[in-house]
């Protein structure tokens, strides 16, 4: 936010100067430069009190009452699953390193996004912006966040400056302290492709065009007619956001599986998973297919088909790379979907 500005009128002329006598030139000069500095003193001043320091959740970002408030509402639509005290249940806990680790990357905004849109489970939705706040409130005041007389406010803008305090993943995983068992890839990158990246990348370009937020209709009677749909089977059990929800997560977790040491590509070539274009290619993956998640949670569709374009760009860089390569000596316009082409394919890049 700009400091406020303050206008300053200075009145010259003759008469104006005379009354100064005969230095009244100099003393004039003396005045307009006081003001200027004035001018200057406040618009500092204005500026440090308009430019705070962002807020964390230790500063007191909620009051009792709402803390209260939001209690009672979570004994109502949120203890059956993450549990009376906060701690787990059939839903993960809202309490501790883990959770504050988990979050601590956003600002408070998305977990008061995330409960508004997608809580609870059996409802999603159906909370207001209102008791989404009060809901964040009782969540930090039983993490032992420090309480204030101001509510917390229920809009973007508010919570979006306040973020969490820094949290050690050392601190808030086990999965550190032991040595993780590394298996042998069993498939190649063309079926790790076509068995999680084409179907999950598909499921999220639709959200071009559908929203998946609609009722889906019933099926026609003797939809089934034509024999079994592993298709439709498979489609019917998740349904809607959670789809898309499942699609990006599949992607952003099976992304680091194209850096597994022994993976081949369909030729039977390693996989050139060394190469720093292809390290970085799988990085802006995983960062596509995260920001996608969180743009999820929003239940928007034009925010999630806004996003397809840089997943589409994900792709496109890594296939252009290592996937649609020219074997030397055939024309330009030769299909590199050609079975024939296969074999240029995951050559490490040459130096730049």
Not at 8 to 35: E, M, S, W, Y
Not at 146 to 154: D, F, I, K, V
Not at 209 to 224: F, I, L, S
């Amino acid at each position: 936010m700009s400091a406020p500005t303050h206008t300053f009128t200075v009145k010259t002329g003759p008469r104006r100067i005379d009354k100064f006598g005969p230095n009244g030139i100099n003393r004039a000069r003396q005045v307009l430069g006081n003001a200027l500095v004035m001018a200057a003193a406040v618009a500092s001043i204005s500026t440090v009190v308009y430019a705070q320091a962002p807020r964390t959740v230790q500063d007191g970002v909620f009051s009792d009452a709402q803390a209260a408030r939001g209690q009672a509402l979570y004994g109502q639509q949120c203890a059956s699953c993450h549990g009376a005290g906060l701690k787990g249940a059939q839903a993960p806990p809202l309490v501790g390193d883990v959770f504050v680790s988990t979050w601590s990357t956003q600002p408070l905004s998305g977990l008061a996004n995330k409960i508004r849109n997608t809580m609870p489970a059996d409802g999603p939705g159906e909370l207001t912006a209102e008791q989404s706040a009060d809901l964040v409130a009782h969540i930090l005041k039983t993490g032992g966040f420090p309480a204030s007389r101001t509510e917390l406010a229920s809009t973007d803008a508010a919570l979006s400056g306040i973020t969490w305090p820094a949290v050690s993943r050392a601190a808030a995983t086990t999965a550190s302290a032991t040595q993780a068992r590394v298996f042998p890839p069993l498939g190649n990158m063309a079926q790790l492709m076509r068995a999680i990246f084409f179907p999950n990348s598909n499921l999220i370009f639709t959200v071009q065009t559908h929203d998946p937020g609609e009722k889906t209709p019933p099926p026609a009677p003797g939809a089934q007619a034509g024999g079994f749909s592993w298709t439709t089977w498979g489609a019917g059990i998740y349904g809607g956001w959670e789809l898309i929800d499942n699609a990006a997560i599949a992607l952003a977790d099976a992304s680091p599986l194209m850096l597994a040491p022994g993976i081949r590509c369909e030729n039977g070539k390693l996989a050139p998973v060394t190469d720093p274009d292809w390290i970085k290619f799988t990085d802006q993956m995983i960062a596509v297919a995260r920001k996608t998640h969180q743009l999820s949670q929003s239940r928007n569709q034009e925010a999630v088909s806004d996003a397809t374009g840089d997943l589409a760009d994900a792709c496109a860089n890594c296939h252009q790379a290592y996937r649609d390569v020219r074997i030397p000596g055939r024309a330009p316009g030769s299909d590199p979907t050609d079975p024939s082409n296969k074999a240029a394919r995951c050559a490490p890049r040459p130096a730049r």
